[in-house]
């Protein structure tokens, strides 16, 4: 009979933490744009989503944009989202988030990354903070 109440005691703490697994919160993982987050229209570009966990499911979404939604299951701990012949309305924030077979919740939504698309006229630089600073003073202050 102990050996009975010690395998049903064992089979009911690790049912237990399986559970507790389940209900864990999941950390936020990141998403990152390559070759960069600013690309010449009609180029290319790769959202890459990263976590610690792996074989996990992994949603990229854009802000503002309730439809826009790519899906993707890994058996590693990435997915990457691959953009080709960028047009202006893929321009935007982006975020991602994961779920693992065992929590079944999607995790906390990365930071959002801001793909810009410039004009193949366009420099690719994005404009310094100094810059960005003065311009927003000179409107502000009016002159």
């Given at each position: 009979m102990t050996a009975e109440f010690l395998s049903l005691l064992c089979l009911g703490l690790c049912l237990g933490y399986e559970d507790e697994k389940k209900n864990e919160?999941?950390?936020?993982?990141?998403?990152?744009?390559?070759?960069?987050?600013?690309?010449?229209?009609?180029?290319?570009?790769?959202?890459?989503?990263q976590t610690h966990s792996q074989n996990v499911t992994f949603v990229l979404r854009k802000v503002?944009?309730?439809?826009?939604?790519?899906?993707?299951?890994?058996?590693e701990n990435e997915a990457e989202f691959p953009f080709t012949d960028l047009k202006p309305k893929d321009a935007g924030?982006?975020?991602?988030?994961?779920k693992?077979?065992?929590?079944?919740?999607?995790?906390e939504s990365s930071e959002?990354?801001?793909?810009?698309?410039?004009?193949?006229?366009?420099?690719?630089e994005t404009p310094s903070m100094k810059t960005v600073a003065h311009v927003c003073n000179t409107r502000t202050l009016g002159r």
């Open positions: 919160k999941l950390p936020k993982p990141s998403l990152h744009a390559w070759p960069s987050s600013v690309v010449e229209a009609e180029s290319n570009v790769t959202l890459k989503c503002n944009d309730s439809g826009y939604k790519q899906e993707q299951s890994s058996a924030r982006y975020f991602c988030a994961y693992t077979t065992a929590s079944h919740e999607w995790s959002h990354l801001q793909l810009v698309v410039t004009d193949k006229h366009d420099e690719l």
